[in-house]
């Protein structure tokens, strides 16, 4: 498929023409300041420390119909300034920091509201999808039992991307660590039980802002809305 590619500039305008009462938000350490978080849009690390972590929070304000939270499926898109992957942003398996990325379900902010009230299992893969790019899929369910309704008009935690700052200076540093990136939250989809009226929706709009930057990396802000695989094999444990 087609890669589109998004200016900042040209995203920054976006975002704000399509603010609206529904839509997704990506900032740094809290959900969106509009939804009483005190997120952030840029990421500065000066890279002078190997401990630490950095948490990114994928955030939905959702529009009415959604009875039902079991589940959620993220894509965020990350590219960085170099011409080729950073080796610090190298954290598949094969990697240069295989272990320096996670998500989390559970939070430790509660500014916006909370659908998986500690309930929620899941995960995430971390995938090359070009020269200087990754992609990151994250899902997560919890028991019908403890699913309740997402109110239109309120934000909501989806999910926590954490990266810990290892291997950021002195002796087997992984190079990159100073340069640029911004990263895209492409699509939030919400799985609700089979045959709940509404059925699951997908959020690829802005709220307030649907990107986040790390040591200003707006300009190369994009997005590579490449066909998403649906995780069925963990939403199926609680269907």
Request: include cysteine; hydrophobic fraction near 35%.
């Amino acid at each position: 498929m087609k890669k589109t590619l998004l200016i900042a500039g040209a995203l920054l305008a976006l975002t704000a023409s399509m603010a609206s009462a529904t839509g997704i938000n990506l900032y740094w350490n809290d959900c969106s300041p509009a939804g009483g978080g005190v997120g952030v849009s840029d990421q500065l690390n000066p890279c002078t420390a190997n401990t630490g972590a950095f948490l990114l929070y994928a955030s939905l304000n959702p529009a009415p119909g959604i009875e039902a939270c079991v589940g959620e499926e993220g894509v965020i898109d990350l590219q960085t300034s170099a011409a080729a992957l950073s080796p610090w942003w190298q954290m598949r398996s094969d990697g240069c920091r295989p272990t320096s990325i996670s998500t989390q379900f559970a939070f430790s902010v509660f500014n916006c509201g909370d659908p998986w009230n500690g309930q929620a299992l899941g995960g995430m893969d971390y995938a090359y999808s070009g020269p200087n790019r990754a992609r990151i899929r994250t899902v997560c369910a919890q028991p019908i039992a403890t699913a309740g309704p997402l109110a239109a008009g309120t934000e909501y935690y989806m999910f926590a991307v954490k990266i810990d700052k290892v291997k950021s200076t002195g002796t087997g540093n992984c190079a990159g660590c100073l340069d640029a990136a911004c990263l895209v939250l492409n699509s939030i989809k919400i799985t609700q039980p089979t045959g709940t009226a509404g059925g699951d929706p997908t959020y690829s709009t802005p709220d307030q802002s649907q990107f986040a930057t790390y040591r200003g990396g707006s300009a190369m802000c994009l997005a590579t809305p490449n066909q998403n695989r649906t995780w069925g094999s963990v939403k199926a444990l609680y269907r």
